[in-house]
């Protein structure tokens, strides 16, 4: 299983050249990756080569293929974030308060770039992690639909070639919600439940 970006040097070329030699030494065990492509206004100058140089190899090498597109992701928390504002602003105004904010540092509108790119990507972060973690749920606990890897891609791939996944996740809104808990927990949470257990 491997997770990896296609825009950079290193996910591209490392993560393919593993995929690769991974392939070459054990042809038998079935290669699942989830790779996150560039978004239109990437940093990086070659990922566009860089793309479609690791595509190539995912299409050789991978047997199942889970894209993400970073600007989907971004169109996808932007919208939601948006969406999520106007309804706290009309929750405020109902009440008749004055301005609306929304607490807990949420909000993709605050003030500041970076604690705005921060939440972003952690957010679109979230998004991939519960994609890949509802995908791979039925090889982690027992249950009706207890298989593994080798078992989605034989369901999943009806030919060798065409082993690129589309996933969808539904719904969102849980996903930006301040009152669900985040993934990455504080180290005092962490240390009470060391101390307790």
Request: charged content about 20%; glycine content about 6%.
């Amino acid at each position: 299983f491997f997770l990896h970006s296609i825009g950079g040097g290193t996910g591209s070329g490392l993560g393919t050249y593993i995929l690769q030699d991974l392939a070459d030494l054990y042809p038998s065990v079935f290669r699942f990756s989830t790779c996150v492509f560039p978004s239109n206004d990437d940093d990086v100058i070659t990922s566009p080569y860089n793309s479609m140089l690791a595509l190539n190899m995912l299409i050789d090498h991978a047997d199942c293929v889970l894209p993400v597109d970073n600007q989907a992701l971004f169109d996808i928390v932007s919208r939601v974030d948006a969406q999520y504002a106007k309804m706290k602003q009309e929750g405020a105004e109902a009440r008749g308060a004055a301005a609306a904010t929304i607490q807990g540092g949420s909000s993709v509108l605050e003030s500041g770039n970076q604690k705005k790119k921060e939440n972003h990507f952690e957010k679109e972060n979230s998004i991939v992690a519960n994609v890949v973690n509802n995908l791979t749920c039925s090889m982690r606990f027992e249950g009706d639909l207890n298989v593994d890897l080798n078992e989605i891609t034989m369901n999943l791939v009806p030919f060798p070639k065409m082993h690129f996944l589309q996933s969808s996740l539904s719904p969102l809104y849980n996903l930006i919600n301040p009152k669900v808990l985040p993934r990455n927990i504080d180290q005092s949470f962490s240390d009470a439940f060391d101390r307790n257990y």
